[in-house]
């Protein structure tokens, strides 16, 4: 076996169980190597298990319902079923209690102060049939409670108590063949039966309904995993989260009627432990310090520090490694019985850790020994199974571990393992620990694999990729779920579609799933209700959250509310609204005190907006500025509105545009900027209307125009008004105040204008209007250069760098540049070494220009190429013709400006490219450079098609050359 599991690269503890039998269907893969180390061709073994597969798929769940007479997997001989009664404690799951007292048999039984409850639940469930779930940490007492209470209550009903992972779809057949008798299942660890053929929704109900009994145990760790916190806020949030993945066990758990069974004892059941006449149970209550009662019987505090005291010098180091990877690969989802080789396998990644110890000097032997050794007459640390060749953890470790603060994260190694030979429900086990670890690429793949091997539907797959946002994967899943008949599936694709928008399509399957589903009813109702809100259909979702709130959801009473106030029942919103806010919901407060303001209360309304501020929650202040306004108190509106402004974006705008409509520019200006700096388009577009309102034009313009190009509605508006409106504002304010006159003459020449912005700009240049600092001046030499009237541009410009504004010189300098005055050098140097990457460009190119002074002008065009993109199609030019060693990098300059579209640059490296002989990459290039005008780059576009042998596409080229003209240099 171990040569066949070592030639099929598999475990010899997965090999043994095909060859057995005991694994069920192989995966796929498993079954291709396995074949395949058996020389034999997989593939009709894999065409068979495709068949087997494709038969099963649906059948553990779902709304098409079987004929009930016909056979399954296992069968339910009716010898399996015995009187309660009659039930042997101990093989039902009872801890053995400590026995180092000399007695064996279990104490006296303490009543629980769980038991009355229990007792009540228990005969109900006796009468009506249902599921009766006792959770609590491991060894706090769950399995001793349920047993008496069983006993105490129905020790009439025949008891079975199937293994972990046994077939449980034949029992409605057995038991309607069985009328005459009442029934009990008894689940003790819950985990290992919740699977497709195992306890799903579905089949609980049917069991419910035939009047038969579930008594189930969980531990708290467990019960998390299924029942992840936030699951509520989860669903209002629309968000697809961690507990959809467990959905199955998760309506399970929602079904059942719930006792906790706390660890530790209270005060009274201690004084019941007192008169109890049984010397354990007084050893217990003398010694068990901050331990539980039973939990001490059981000997798990003890078990737990003797194998911490494992790692202590002169200790048992590999007997610890070997325990500390069973409760990792529990921890990791690999609950309950584990092959032995799988356990050896992954003790060696904590072997590490302990090296100082020499685990080396402790042979397997001795550590299986020691970790399989019997405490007090209790339990070992492992628990064998000889006969299947299993070790067991013994379950209270994995519990502490999972408690202790600071405890190691389960290794890299064993998750691999884990995922590796887990099969069957501990493969399932595995799934959901990394999910809910965060794992969610493991996850995906076992869900995945169990999927495609018929042993999960589509939509636990489904979920998984939705939460990763991956819906267009994910949709195709869960509607298959639903088609095949997965009757847990329509509420997972009701909340899916929601995400992608198409509500029309998710209500039928929220509707039917809070018709039908069986789950939890308020979150459902809760969902459809924001689903039948978004399509407009108030009243009807209005219903949905009063139903809800009839079922308890934390979330309906603010939903319910806020739908009323939406509808103006602010009487029948107030007291819902009160309830939500009352409850610590921190989005209750703003709409209560909006209800309130209407209801006309604005001191009451005050208090909860003092408290909604306190608590940081800033939201819905707007439509309480827009309540105040209404109800005549602005001075309020304006302050509640400016307090979310701080903090919230939309309110800062909301402010600003108060502001503007009352005048207050200055006010209004600094509001607009903080959400405009951003980039936001409504930002932009609000503040380009206050600079609008201050008839700042110029800089309003390009705010306005980069809103109207994002399709912003108030950026288009004013961009219109700007441009119908502006210039005779401007002219009628300029002819009558000389100050509009430079805001008049920077409008024109945004227009470009230039004559008309001359003379302007000229009387506010001569009056020094606005500005000392030159800038007049600048724009007037710049307009009077565009009008061709260089003297005088070159006077103004030398005018505005005397007055130190150092961007006009550059365009003096580019100015005397044209007109080749010496002179031209020394401003453009100014210019740059004043920071301007334009002038350092255009030095750089003149350096280049001239003979002998490339250094000079490669220094100039590395600072410049960083924000210019033609300084570095110039620095690459230079770089080339400097040597071989500079290529790479001239060539990677050429191409970054080229992808600038600076269509010299493309034609270039294009042409480039061509004479490396890579005319297939030049091609590109040239064409880029041939489509905006460059003929030079049509005529090297067409050399290049010849090449390629293309002709058919060189009558393209030649209509370039005939519409472009002679060829240029680039």
């Given at each position: 076996m171990h040569r066949l599991a070592a030639a099929a690269d598999l475990s010899p503890a997965t090999v043994q169980g095909i060859l057995s039998g005991s694994t069920g269907l192989p995966r796929t893969e498993t079954l291709r190597a396995f074949v395949t180390a058996c020389d034999?061709?997989?593939?009709?073994?894999?065409?068979?298990?495709?068949?087997?597969?494709?038969?099963?798929?649906?059948?553990?769940?779902?709304?098409?319902?079987?004929?009930?007479?016909?056979?399954?997997?296992l069968t339910l001989p009716t010898q399996t079923w015995l009187p309660v009664a009659e039930a042997d404690p101990i093989a039902l799951g009872v801890h053995r209690p400590r026995s180092d007292q000399g007695v064996n048999s279990l104490p006296p039984y303490v009543p629980r102060d769980a038991d009355e409850e229990l007792n009540r639940i228990l005969a109900e469930a006796g009468e009506n049939g249902g599921m009766v779930l006792l959770t609590g940490d491991s060894t706090a007492g769950k399995t001793r409670t349920a047993y008496e209470a069983m006993q105490r209550v129905l020790p009439g009903h025949l008891l079975w108590a199937p293994p972990p992972g046994a077939d449980l779809r034949e029992l409605p057949?057995?038991?309607?063949?069985?009328?005459?008798?009442?029934?009990?299942?008894?689940?003790?660890?819950?985990?290992?039966?919740?699977?497709?053929?195992?306890?799903?929704?579905?089949?609980?109900?049917?069991?419910?309904?035939?009047?038969?009994?579930?008594?189930?145990?969980?531990?708290?760790?467990?019960?998390?995993?299924?029942?992840?916190s936030g699951e509520h806020a989860a669903i209002r949030d629309d968000n697809l989260q961690a507990h959809l993945v467990a959905q199955a066990g998760s309506r399970v758990l929602n079904m059942a009627m719930q006792v906790e069974i706390e660890r530790a004892w209270s005060a009274e059941e201690l004084l019941r432990t007192a008169h109890a006449p049984d010397a354990r149970l007084q050893d217990a209550l003398a010694n068990h310090g901050p331990f539980g009662v039973a939990e001490y019987l059981a000997a798990g505090p003890l078990l737990w520090q003797e194998w911490r005291g494992a790692l202590r010098a002169g200790g048992r180091p590999r007997g610890?490694?070997?325990?500390?990877?069973?409760?990792?690969?529990?921890?990791?989802?690999?609950?309950?019985?584990?092959?032995?080789?799988?356990?050896?396998?992954?003790?060696?990644?904590?072997?590490?850790?302990?090296?100082?110890?020499?685990?080396?000097?402790?042979?397997?032997?001795?550590?299986?020994?020691?970790?399989?050794?019997?405490?007090?007459?209790?339990?070992?640390?492992?628990?064998p199974d000889a006969a299947a060749g299993t070790w067991r953890v013994f379950d209270y470790l994995v519990d502490e571990a999972q408690r202790k603060q600071g405890f190691p994260a389960v290794p890299e190694s064993v998750w691999e393992i884990a995922e590796r030979e887990a099969t069957g429900s501990q493969r399932r086990g595995v799934a959901f620990s990394a999910h809910a670890a965060g794992r969610a690429r493991t996850a995906e793949r076992l869900f995945r694999a169990m999927w495609e091997d018929g042993e999960e539907s589509g939509r636990t797959l489904g979920v998984i990729l939705a939460q990763q946002q991956r819906y267009a994967e994910a949709e195709p899943l869960l509607r298959s779920a639903v088609a095949d008949g997965d009757i847990l599936a329509p509420g997972a694709y009701g909340l899916l579609l929601t995400q992608l928008g198409r509500i029309d399509e998710a209500e039928p399957m929220l509707r039917w799933e809070a018709e039908n589903g069986l789950t939890d009813k308020g979150n459902v109702a809760l969902l459809l209700g924001d689903v039948l809100g978004r399509q407009g259909r108030a009243s009807e979702a209005a219903e949905q959250y009063r139903t809800a709130a009839a079922a308890g959801s934390p979330y309906a009473p603010l939903a319910l509310g806020s739908c009323l106030l939406g509808q103006d029942k602010c009487d029948e919103a107030e007291?819902?609204?009160?309830?939500?806010?009352?409850?610590?919901?921190?989005?209750?407060?703003?709409?209560?005190?909006?209800?309130?303001?209407?209801?006309?209360?604005?001191?009451?309304?005050?208090?909860?907006?003092?408290?909604?501020?306190?608590?940081?929650?800033?939201?819905?202040?707007?439509?309480?500025?827009?309540?105040?306004?209404?109800?005549?108190?602005?001075?309020?509106?304006?302050?509640?509105?400016?307090?979310?402004?701080?903090?919230?974006?939309?309110?800062?705008?909301?402010?600003?545009?108060?502001?503007?409509?009352?005048?207050?520019?200055?006010?209004?200006?600094?509001?607009?900027?903080?959400?405009?700096?951003?980039?936001?388009?409504?930002?932009?577009?609000?503040?380009?209307?206050?600079?609008?309102?201050?008839?700042?034009l110029c800089e309003a313009e390009p705010l306005l125009r980069r809103a109207a190009e994002a399709s912003n509605t108030k950026g288009t508006m004013f961009l219109n008004f700007l441009r119908d409106e502006a210039e005779p504002t401007l002219r009628l304010l300029a002819e009558k105040q000389e100050v509009w006159a430079a805001e008049l003459g920077l409008f024109l020449m945004s227009q470009q204008q230039f004559e008309e912005a001359?003379?302007?700009?000229?009387?506010?240049?001569?009056?020094?209007?606005?500005?000392?600092?030159?800038?007049?001046?600048?724009?007037?030499?710049?307009?009077?250069?565009?009008?061709?009237r260089s003297d005088e541009?070159?006077?103004?410009?030398?005018?505005?760098?005397?007055?130190?504004?150092?961007?006009a010189a550059r365009h003096l300098g580019s100015l005397l540049l044209q007109q080749g005055h010496v002179e031209?050098?020394?401003?453009?140097?100014?210019?740059?070494?004043?920071?301007?990457?334009?002038?350092?460009?255009?030095?750089?190119?003149?350096?280049?220009?001239?003979?002998?002074?490339?250094?000079?002008?490669?220094?100039?065009?590395?600072?410049?190429?960083?924000?210019?993109?033609?300084?570095?199609?110039?620095?690459?030019?230079?770089?080339?013709?400097?040597?071989?060693?500079?290529?790479?990098?001239?060539?990677?300059l050429l191409r970054q400006a080229a992808e600038?579209?600076?269509?010299?640059?493309?034609?270039?490296?294009?042409?480039?490219?061509?004479?490396?002989?890579?005319?297939?990459?030049?091609?590109?290039?040239?064409?880029?450079?041939?489509?905006?005008?460059?003929?030079?780059?049509?005529?090297?576009?067409?050399?290049?098609?010849?090449?390629?042998?293309?002709?058919?596409?060189?009558?393209?080229?030649?209509?370039?050359?005939?519409?472009?003209?002679?060829?240029?240099?680039?």
């Amino acid at each position: 076996m171990h040569r066949l599991a070592a030639a099929a690269d598999l475990s010899p503890a997965t090999v043994q169980g095909i060859l057995s039998g005991s694994t069920g269907l192989p995966r796929t893969e498993t079954l291709r190597a396995f074949v395949t180390a058996c020389d034999q061709d997989p593939k009709p073994w894999i065409e068979a298990r495709g068949r087997v597969v494709r038969a099963t798929r649906g059948t553990p769940t779902g709304w098409r319902r079987g004929d009930e007479s016909a056979a399954r997997r296992l069968t339910l001989p009716t010898q399996t079923w015995l009187p309660v009664a009659e039930a042997d404690p101990i093989a039902l799951g009872v801890h053995r209690p400590r026995s180092d007292q000399g007695v064996n048999s279990l104490p006296p039984y303490v009543p629980r102060d769980a038991d009355e409850e229990l007792n009540r639940i228990l005969a109900e469930a006796g009468e009506n049939g249902g599921m009766v779930l006792l959770t609590g940490d491991s060894t706090a007492g769950k399995t001793r409670t349920a047993y008496e209470a069983m006993q105490r209550v129905l020790p009439g009903h025949l008891l079975w108590a199937p293994p972990p992972g046994a077939d449980l779809r034949e029992l409605p057949a057995v038991i309607g063949a069985r009328a005459e008798n009442r029934f009990l299942l008894w689940l003790d660890d819950l985990e290992g039966h919740l699977h497709p053929q195992g306890l799903d929704p579905n089949l609980l109900a049917r069991l419910s309904a035939a009047g038969v009994v579930v008594l189930a145990t969980l531990r708290e760790s467990l019960y998390d995993l299924y029942r992840p916190s936030g699951e509520h806020a989860a669903i209002r949030d629309d968000n697809l989260q961690a507990h959809l993945v467990a959905q199955a066990g998760s309506r399970v758990l929602n079904m059942a009627m719930q006792v906790e069974i706390e660890r530790a004892w209270s005060a009274e059941e201690l004084l019941r432990t007192a008169h109890a006449p049984d010397a354990r149970l007084q050893d217990a209550l003398a010694n068990h310090g901050p331990f539980g009662v039973a939990e001490y019987l059981a000997a798990g505090p003890l078990l737990w520090q003797e194998w911490r005291g494992a790692l202590r010098a002169g200790g048992r180091p590999r007997g610890h490694a070997l325990v500390a990877a069973a409760i990792d690969l529990a921890r990791a989802g690999m609950m309950g019985p584990v092959p032995h080789e799988v356990v050896v396998e992954a003790h060696y990644a904590y072997l590490r850790s302990a090296a100082h110890l020499r685990p080396e000097e402790e042979t397997l032997g001795q550590a299986v020994r020691w970790a399989t050794f019997v405490r007090l007459g209790s339990t070992s640390l492992l628990v064998p199974d000889a006969a299947a060749g299993t070790w067991r953890v013994f379950d209270y470790l994995v519990d502490e571990a999972q408690r202790k603060q600071g405890f190691p994260a389960v290794p890299e190694s064993v998750w691999e393992i884990a995922e590796r030979e887990a099969t069957g429900s501990q493969r399932r086990g595995v799934a959901f620990s990394a999910h809910a670890a965060g794992r969610a690429r493991t996850a995906e793949r076992l869900f995945r694999a169990m999927w495609e091997d018929g042993e999960e539907s589509g939509r636990t797959l489904g979920v998984i990729l939705a939460q990763q946002q991956r819906y267009a994967e994910a949709e195709p899943l869960l509607r298959s779920a639903v088609a095949d008949g997965d009757i847990l599936a329509p509420g997972a694709y009701g909340l899916l579609l929601t995400q992608l928008g198409r509500i029309d399509e998710a209500e039928p399957m929220l509707r039917w799933e809070a018709e039908n589903g069986l789950t939890d009813k308020g979150n459902v109702a809760l969902l459809l209700g924001d689903v039948l809100g978004r399509q407009g259909r108030a009243s009807e979702a209005a219903e949905q959250y009063r139903t809800a709130a009839a079922a308890g959801s934390p979330y309906a009473p603010l939903a319910l509310g806020s739908c009323l106030l939406g509808q103006d029942k602010c009487d029948e919103a107030e007291p819902w609204l009160r309830k939500a806010a009352e409850a610590g919901d921190r989005y209750a407060a703003p709409r209560l005190a909006i209800t309130l303001i209407r209801l006309g209360r604005p001191d009451e309304a005050e208090e909860w907006l003092r408290a909604s501020l306190d608590m940081g929650v800033t939201v819905h202040f707007i439509d309480v500025s827009h309540a105040l306004t209404e109800r005549g108190r602005p001075e309020a509106a304006e302050k509640w509105l400016r307090a979310a402004a701080y903090s919230r974006a939309d309110a800062a705008i909301a402010l600003a545009m108060r502001l503007l409509g009352e005048g207050r520019f200055q006010e209004a200006e600094p509001w607009a900027r903080k959400v405009a700096a951003h980039g936001d388009a409504e930002g932009l577009a609000t503040l380009g209307a206050v600079l609008c309102g201050q008839l700042r034009l110029c800089e309003a313009e390009p705010l306005l125009r980069r809103a109207a190009e994002a399709s912003n509605t108030k950026g288009t508006m004013f961009l219109n008004f700007l441009r119908d409106e502006a210039e005779p504002t401007l002219r009628l304010l300029a002819e009558k105040q000389e100050v509009w006159a430079a805001e008049l003459g920077l409008f024109l020449m945004s227009q470009q204008q230039f004559e008309e912005a001359e003379p302007w700009l000229r009387r506010a240049a001569e009056a020094n209007a606005f500005s000392t600092d030159g800038s007049l001046a600048s724009l007037l030499g710049q307009v009077l250069h565009h009008l061709g009237r260089s003297d005088e541009a070159v006077a103004w410009l030398r005018t505005a760098v005397d007055r130190g504004h150092m961007e006009a010189a550059r365009h003096l300098g580019s100015l005397l540049l044209q007109q080749g005055h010496v002179e031209a050098e020394r401003w453009l140097r100014l210019a740059a070494e004043d920071g301007d990457m334009e002038a350092a460009h255009e030095l750089g190119y003149h350096c280049f220009m001239a003979d002998d002074r490339l250094e000079e002008a490669e220094l100039w065009l590395r600072r410049a190429a960083a924000q210019v993109p033609q300084a570095r199609m110039c620095l690459g030019v230079v770089l080339i013709g400097t040597g071989p060693e500079h290529i790479v990098e001239g060539t990677e300059l050429l191409r970054q400006a080229a992808e600038a579209e600076i269509d010299p640059a493309a034609f270039l490296y294009g042409d480039f490219l061509c004479a490396a002989g890579r005319p297939e990459e030049s091609e590109p290039w040239l064409r880029l450079a041939a489509d905006a005008g460059n003929s030079a780059a049509a005529d090297k576009l067409a050399e290049v098609l010849q090449q390629l042998g293309r002709p058919e596409d060189l009558e393209e080229t030649q209509h370039l050359e005939e519409t472009q003209g002679p060829a240029s240099e680039p």
